[in-house]
Antibody
Framework: QVQLVQSGAEVKKPGASVKVSCKAS????????ISWVRQAPGQGLEWMGW????????NYAQKLQGRVTMTTDTSTSTAYMELRSLRSDDTAVYYC???????????WGQGTLVTVSS | DIQMTQSPSSLSASVGDRVTITCRAS??????LAWYQQRPGKVPKLLIY???TLHSGVPSRFSGSSSGTDFTLTISSLQPEDVATYYC?????????FGGGTKVEIK
């Protein structure tokens, strides 16, 4: 069965970086991509971007351009999302989701809480 | 970028009621529209894709429809387990924007 297992909660100071992992199993990793979605406390879902696990092509939300990097390691079927220059409004639960380049999200990770606080 | 506007932002209905949630795209997204359910404290779950195709395992009381740039999610008979926030998402092209969400409660 398809599973996406994310890394654990993080607490970071403003200005620091965070790298969240998402380990996939139960499907051919390189046949799909991974999208990242975040949700600030009490707020809605925000699309952050997508990476192809086939060729590493990426597409990032404009507001995060320059601060976010998405990568994959096909040897371990793991996707990573790194966010730099963290601010308090980056505090959120970060989700990964299995996704084609143009598709809905049928499988999601369990979420990773990233708290940015001094 | 195309904006996705959901209405209402919240609603309260009785068990057994028919509930309708609307999502309007600022420009055409063809039928590249998905609906998700997020129960309190849980991970979002896919309900519908391609505007009207029910995802595997989703109860048949959920349905989706479209008319131009307007999309509708209908719960034919509201159940207690349907208490959740519902989100639409366009996936025709990046950015894959979500609507602002509709919180559904039981009266």
């Amino acid at each position: 069965q398809v599973q996406l297992v994310q890394s654990g909660a993080e607490v970071k100071k403003p200005g620091a970086s965070v790298k969240v992992s998402c380990k996939a199993s139960g499907y051919t990793f390189t046949s799909y991509g991974i999208s990242w979605v975040r949700q600030a406390p009490g707020q809605g879902l925000e699309w952050m971007g997508w990476i192809s696990a086939y060729n590493g092509n990426t597409n990032y939300a404009q507001k995060l351009q320059g601060r976010v990097t998405m990568t994959t390691d096909t040897s371990t079927s793991t996707a990573y999302m790194e966010l730099r220059s963290l601010r308090s409004d980056d505090t959120a639960v970060y989700y990964c989701a299995k996704a084609g380049s143009v598709s809905w999200y049928d499988y999601w990770g369990q979420g990773t809480l990233v708290t940015v606080s001094s | 970028d195309i904006q996705m506007t959901q209405s209402p932002s919240s609603l309260s209905a009785s068990v057994g009621d028919r509930v309708t949630i609307t999502c309007r795209a600022s420009l055409g997204v063809r039928n590249y529209l998905a609906w998700y359910q997020q129960r309190p404290g849980k991970v979002p779950k896919l309900l519908i894709y391609a505007a009207s195709t029910l995802h595997s395992g989703v109860p048949s009381r959920f349905s989706g429809s479209s008319s131009g740039t307007d999309f509708t999610l209908t719960i034919s008979s509201l159940q207690p387990e349907d208490v959740a926030t519902y989100y639409c998402q366009k996936y025709d092209d990046a950015p894959l924007t979500f609507g602002g969400g509709t919180k559904v409660e039981i009266k």
